[in-house]
């Protein structure tokens, strides 16, 4: 499965849109870009999910780049509950976890 | 319809010891995966079954064992512990067709904190 880099953290307002970038630049033609977030002392919640077309759930968007290489998860009015470690994941097959970015959401 | 659910919530164990985890699937799931979490790290892949079967493990040594039941639930059993064990592992389940095919969301459980001292 492709690696894939992120922010280590990153702040966003209360209100505002959060956009968390994520870059696969090595990631494979039959390869899914996933998004999940773990807030603290829970297990990961699954967010969104795409192959190549833009995708948008009640939780959020992921715009993926043309070539693929990279994508950023959209959440747009970001709130204090939004606080959490955001893992943008490549896979086929099974899910391989980096380290995340930590996204604080402060008032 | 039930989450996925684990037991216990927290275990202590002494190196050497061996340690059994649960995991009950939510209810219409037939993978379940599992995963250790070190402090401040992701979690990282053990193994995966899929109708009692393991389809799929990722770099843990054969003392990382597990069994899924007719119903779907699992259990990760972990043999001579070491002090490096000590995590929080995880279970998640989901509705997945085959192998490297066609994905579902994958739905974790709130974890077991096991400490091996």
């Known amino acids: 499965d492709a690696k894939t880099t992120q922010p280590t953290s990153m702040d966003c307002a209360e209100g505002r849109a959060a956009n968390l970038p994520c870059n696969h630049s090595?990631?494979?033609?039959?390869?899914?870009v996933y998004w999940y977030r773990q807030i603290h002392s829970q297990g990961p919640q699954y967010i969104i999910h795409?192959?190549?077309n833009n995708e948008t759930n009640e939780m959020a968007s992921l715009i993926i780049t043309e070539d693929r290489k990279s994508s950023t998860l959209i959440l747009p009015h970001a709130t204090l509950r939004d606080t959490a470690v955001y893992y943008c994941?490549?896979?086929?097959?099974?899910?391989?976890f980096g380290k995340g970015t930590m996204l604080l959401v402060s008032p | 319809e039930t989450g996925v659910t684990q037991s216990p919530t927290h275990l202590i164990k002494t190196r050497g010891q061996q340690v059994t985890l649960r995991c009950s699937s939510q209810?219409?799931?037939?993978?379940v995966s599992w995963y250790q979490q070190a402090l401040g790290q992701g979690p990282q892949f053990i193994f995966q079954?899929?109708?009692?079967?393991?389809?799929g493990r990722g770099n843990f040594p054969p003392r990382f064992s597990g069994l899924q039941f007719p119903n779907y639930s699992s259990e990760l059993n972990v043999n001579a512990l070491e002090l490096d064990d000590s995590a929080l592992y995880l279970c998640?389940?989901?509705?997945?067709?085959?192998?490297?095919?066609?994905?579902?969301?994958?739905?974790f459980g709130p974890g077991t904190r096991l400490t091996v001292l």
């Open positions: 998640a389940s989901s509705l997945a067709q085959r192998f490297g095919g066609s994905y579902n969301e994958q739905f």
């Open positions: 090595t990631i494979s033609g039959n390869e899914y």
């Open positions: 795409g192959l190549k």
């Open positions: 994941i490549v896979m086929y097959s099974t899910l391989t």
């Open positions: 209810s219409g799931h037939n993978t």
């Open positions: 079954y899929y109708r009692e079967e393991e389809n």
